[in-house]
């Protein structure tokens, strides 16, 4: 690192797409009180608060994934001796041939510190509130409601934090950090319970050209088009959700091998007769069914391995990893 960007006024932080910390400069390490030696390569969630991950999986992850940049993030780190630290966080997606990183400016803020004023200054009026009893009816009613309102707008912050932590912005399907907390239940009860389920991987097929032939707008149009179709084919139990770019992901539960895979030729067929505003549209999907020998990743991959069987058999297809020799 640079030795002015090492001593910059402001702190610099650059992750992996996974969370691992894999540049940190020393104006940053000095304001949290550890030695570069101590965080490198662990995870950016040892320094936040339970508080703070869920805003960073709700929040800064998706956009990160969507825009490819995060900007002006209110978040809290903990320093080596458990204090906490607010900082006002801008970051942005980085890639270079196949390394992709995000890289973090922050800068100490302290609207922490005043929004603690704020409260004190409310607490020293309920006190004195109390002790003028001539008008404590009238400012304890002031403050009544505006403890209302304040709780009316802090559950109206927490229900667009669970929804945006959930659903996806463009096609309002599920997203993928869902997909990831569905999935590991479905992998707990068929520990528990020995019940199969299938996994689909689906992608559009030279999505790439629509979104060169006919703009980016239509190439979103096409997203949301079919992520409305994969809602209407899926059955009531089935988890259908945007995995990244064009590519979608669907939970098959109670589904063995040939359910899954009459399910998908039926998804593929709809997808291929149905009217696209690029006159024609095609998919590639890959099927995995859950064995005793599996875990979250291996599952994942073997889908993705049978999507790229699909792919390279002429697309248009359905694979299933069983039948990829």
């Given amino acids: 690192m640079e030795k002015r960007l090492n001593n910059a006024p402001c702190g610099f932080l650059s992750i992996t797409h996974e969370g691992l910390i894999s540049e940190i400069n020393r104006t940053l390490l000095d304001w949290i009180g550890y030695e570069q030696e101590e965080l490198l390569h662990m995870h950016l969630e040892i320094l936040l608060s339970t508080p703070n991950k869920m805003i960073f999986h709700s929040y800064f992850y998706p956009m990160i994934n969507l825009e490819g940049q995060v900007e002006e993030l209110f978040i809290h780190l903990k320093q080596k001796d458990g204090m906490s630290v607010p900082f006002l966080m801008n970051a942005k997606l980085y890639k270079e041939d196949l390394v992709e990183r995000i890289d973090c400016i922050l800068v100490k803020m302290k609207k922490r510190i005043d929004y603690e004023q704020e409260l004190r200054s409310a607490k020293k009026l309920l006190e004195a509130a109390y002790q003028e009893k001539d008008r404590a009816l009238a400012n304890l009613e002031q403050i009544h409601v505006e403890i209302e309102h304040q709780q009316a707008k802090l559950l109206e912050m927490n229900a667009a934090l669970v929804e945006l932590s959930m659903t996806d912005k463009l096609t309002g399907l599920k997203n993928r950090r869902f997909f990831q907390e569905q999935l590991e239940k479905h992998f707990n009860h068929f520990h528990e319970t020995a019940e199969t389920f299938s996994l689909c991987i689906l992608d559009i097929d030279h999505f790439k050209k ?34 990244g770019g064009e590519e979608f992901i669907i939970i098959l539960p109670e589904t063995e091998i040939p359910a899954a895979k009459e399910i998908g030729e039926k998804i593929r067929h709809t997808v291929e007769q149905d009217g696209w505003p690029t006159g024609s549209l095609m998919i590639s999907m890959g099927i995995a069914t859950v064995t005793s020998e599996d875990t979250e990743t291996t599952l994942i991959k073997k889908a993705d391995k049978a999507l790229y069987g699909s792919k390279e058999h002429g697309r248009n297809k359905v694979t299933h990893f069983h039948e990829i020799k």
């Fill in 210 to 243: 629509v979104n060169d032939t006919y703009g980016h707008q239509v190439g979103d149009d096409v997203l949301v088009q079919l992520a409305q179709l994969l809602q209407i084919q899926v059955r009531l139990e089935d988890i259908v959700a945007r995995y």
